[in-house]
């Protein structure tokens, strides 16, 4: 089983602040992927990684691929409201029918 | 227009009971696929289809049992209720063969609690 352990688990902070959520794992994979969930609803894709040491920004977030391609972050510059809800990170292999495996999940709540 | 829709979006039912949860997608995707989410937000996949042909069961009880008539459409019919069946189901869809690269498109979900 290919395990992707996010930390932290849950993080409070308030409108402004900067933020790092990471994402590891002992496998290799061939491309990682950033979804934040909002509640009542399914994840949504924001950003696909593929090569190692790779970063994109997406406005506000930064995302990087480690240059092992086993672990990513994802850093948020002056946080808003507006981002608050469930980051998933989910890592592919490119061999066959592969499916994505997700980690647990960084709950982010950005008080006014 | 609503790409992944699955209905219905609230299911409360007796255990014992039997319950279908339906999924349609309107992307032209090749791979469709259910996912399980429980309480602590972990999403696992039950089942992925290609073309409306099984490719992947990941362990799951066969009271679950999905059909997909055609590859817009993979649905999913639970004998049996459990207790422990209670989750958020989501229905996924993307664009295979490279399905890590081009990323899934998840349906709103539909939250299915047994009593």
């Known amino acids: 089983t290919q395990l992707l352990e996010q930390s932290p688990q849950f993080l409070s902070i308030q409108e402004g602040e900067n933020l790092t959520v990471y994402c590891n794992s002992s496998?290799?994979?061939?491309?990682l992927q950033w979804y934040r969930q909002e509640p009542g609803e399914g994840p949504v894709l924001l950003v696909t990684v593929v090569t190692g040491g790779e970063v994109k920004k997406l406005k506000r977030l930064t995302f990087q691929f480690g240059d092992a391609r086993k672990d990513s972050s994802l850093h948020i510059t002056a946080a808003q409201p507006g981002d608050t809800g469930l980051y998933l990170c989910?890592?592919?292999?490119?061999?066959?029918?592969?499916?994505?495996?997700f980690g647990k999940g960084t709950m982010l709540l950005v008080s006014p | 227009d609503t790409a992944v829709s699955q209905t219905p979006k609230y299911l409360v039912t007796q255990m014992g009971n039997d319950k279908s949860i339906k999924c349609e997608q309107n992307l032209g995707h090749d791979t469709m696929y259910w996912y399980k989410q429980d309480s602590k937000k972990f999403l696992k996949i039950m089942f992925s289809y290609n073309n409306k042909e099984l490719i992947i069961n990941e362990t799951v009880p066969n009271r679950f049992s999905p059909k997909s008539p055609d590859k817009a459409h993979l649905n999913l019919h639970i004998n049996s209720l459990e207790l422990g069946d209670s989750a958020v189901y989501f229905c996924a869809s993307s664009q295979a063969p490279h399905a890590g690269r081009n990323g899934y498109t998840f349906g709103s979900g539909t939250r299915l609690t047994v009593v």
């Open positions: 989910a890592g592919a292999k490119d061999s066959g029918y592969s499916t994505l495996t």
């Open positions: 496998s290799v994979f061939s491309s």
